[in-house]
């Protein structure tokens, strides 16, 4: 143990020790959650100024955010503190494991501890099975992970908790201890594990939850000086779930819904800002009137039906449009240029997107664009570019000579004399 | 430090209104125009006073037809 711990001495200049952590995956929907719990203490010579998250190869290709936060003050007024988290490379990593290093606000000294909250986010990580399934059945996910949470520390205590959506649970590994209570099911707790220990579990369950996909999203915004952004986003869904086999009969969809495509989905909500206008969804063959839109003070919601339910494997292409007033999201910045701050994600929950890209058109006269987009997504996109008013008055001008022009030909057809008979 | 939100030079409220002000002014001034064309003589005519009349029904038609163009949702 002592030599273990003195290789790893030399590459770190310091060793925390994770005295305590608990983990919670959350299953519940077909998006992954897990949120840790970490007491880290120092046990080194000197001070730890980042703490270092591992992640499994194929697991780290998935993630969609990891976000970290600590705790200040006590008890009532406990604030959460965000903290930034970047991906590190270390020389010596086993397996391929990637790591991430969360920077704390306060270098933690010898002997100090201090708990740190962790989210992160895990997409495409549950695989469908049986692969195929029927209209009238029902859809059971596998879930792989580690009993043990992958870390380049020492782990004195650990508990992970992971909750299923119901209590239908086919199987899952036993690494003792374990116990199953309900929809949740506990493995721990464990007494000091070794640095990158890994034991992997899976658990087959039962979940309905939509899966739903967008394979391709294409969002396009249009900035107009004289009040308005348009949006237009182009939509490719699929439903990612255990693929439909076998036919697809309406009238045993519609006349028992609680046994027929229970792992289909019909509807699917997007949140949209909130005043909103002039919104519609449209598809190659026109408008699709089966939507909702419910307006609000901080948020717009839009309910949106596709033609048809979508089961395994089935997609749906639409398009989204909506106007926005301009004064929510157009700005100038101190040194004269104006910026767009726009979010960047996309506006429907619960689903996934493999590829997006943003188009911004700027109005005519615009000079030096250029943006900031920063990562993980979920966050606002920015947009500079120098833009002088005079160059709104393009439009009107072009009107205006068009009608001139006209006046003009008139003067000119009356003055001229086309007789042939001197009058 | 907090960042000026940027809005349209006229309020966006006023729109309709304008177009339908300014397209009117328009179309009463080009009346005056076609009015003068068909009374006066071709000897009575001064052409400074066709033209002016012309270039202000034409900037105020103009005008009138963007903000008509505006309250109806195409933003140009």
């Avoid at chain 1, 936060?69 to 391929?96: C, F, I, Q």
């Avoid at chain 1, 700005?331 to 004269?336: K, T, W």
């Avoid at chain 2, 002014?25 to 033209?51: C, D, H, Q």
Wanted: net charge neutral; proline share 7%.
């Amino acid at each position: 143990m002592e030599a273990i711990r003195r290789s790893i001495d030399l590459s770190y200049s310091f060793i925390v020790d994770l005295s305590m952590d608990q983990i919670r995956i959350d299953l519940t929907s077909s998006i992954v959650r897990v949120f840790l719990t970490l007491k880290v203490e120092n046990t080194g010579a000197s001070q730890a100024s980042d703490v270092l998250l591992a992640f499994p190869p194929t697991e780290a290709e998935h993630l969609a955010i990891v976000k970290a936060s600590t705790a200040e003050g006590k008890r009532k007024r406990k604030t959460y503190v965000p903290l930034s988290v970047n991906p590190t490379e270390l020389p010596d990593a086993p397996n391929g494991a990637r790591l991430f290093s969360i920077s704390l606000r306060n270098p933690l000294k010898t002997g100090e501890a201090a708990v740190l909250e962790v989210l992160y986010i895990v997409t495409h990580c549950l695989e469908p099975f049986p692969v195929e399934i029927s209209q009238s059945e029902t859809q059971f996910v596998y879930y792989h992970d580690s009993a043990t949470l992958l870390s380049p520390y020492h782990v004195m205590e650990q508990i992970t908790y992971i909750k299923t959506p119901n209590n239908k649970v086919e199987s899952y590994t036993r690494v003792d201890p374990t116990n199953r209570a309900g929809t949740e099911l506990r493995y721990g707790l464990y007494h000091d594990l070794p640095p990158y220990s890994y034991s992997p579990i899976i658990v087959h369950f039962e979940n309905n939850n939509p899966f739903a996909v967008v394979e391709e999203l294409v969002r396009e915004v249009e900035i107009s000086h004289w009040g308005n952004l348009q949006v237009r986003e182009h939509y490719k869904l699929k439903h990612a779930g255990a693929r439909h086999k076998g036919v697809f009969s309406r009238v045993e969809y519609q006349s028992r819904p609680s046994i027929s495509g229970v792992s289909s989905f019909k509807h699917l909500l997007a949140r949209l800002p909130p005043r909103v206008h002039s919104v519609y969804y449209r598809d190659e063959i026109g408008n699709i009137s089966s939507s909702h839109l419910r307006l609000g003070s901080q948020k717009s919601e839009l309910e949106i039906e596709p033609r048809y339910p979508l089961f395994g494997g089935w997609k749906a292409t639409f398009v989204i449009g909506y106007g926005l007033p301009l004064q929510d999201f157009l700005f100038e910045s101190p040194d004269g240029r104006h910026y767009l701050n726009f979010s960047f994600g996309c506006p429907l929950l619960e689903t996934v997107v493999d590829e997006l890209t943003i188009k911004v058109v700027l109005p005519e006269g615009s000079k030096n664009p250029s943006s900031a987009v920063p990562f993980p997504v979920n966050q606002q996109l920015e947009v500079y570019y120098d833009f002088s008013p005079i160059s709104m008055l393009a439009e009107p001008l072009m009107l205006v000579s068009a009608v001139f022009l006209f006046f003009i030909a008139c003067i000119a057809y009356l003055h001229i004399d086309l007789s042939i008979r001197k009058s | 430090m907090a960042p000026k939100p940027i809005s349209s030079p006229v309020p966006v409220a006023w729109y309709p209104s304008l177009a339908v002000l300014m397209l009117s002014i328009g179309l009463v001034v080009t009346a005056s125009f076609f009015i003068y064309e068909a009374t006066s003589s071709r000897r009575n005519r001064s052409l400074s006073k066709e033209i002016t009349t012309g270039a202000v029904a034409s900037v105020f038609l103009g005008f009138g037809s963007l903000f008509l163009l505006l309250a109806t949702g195409v933003y140009v």
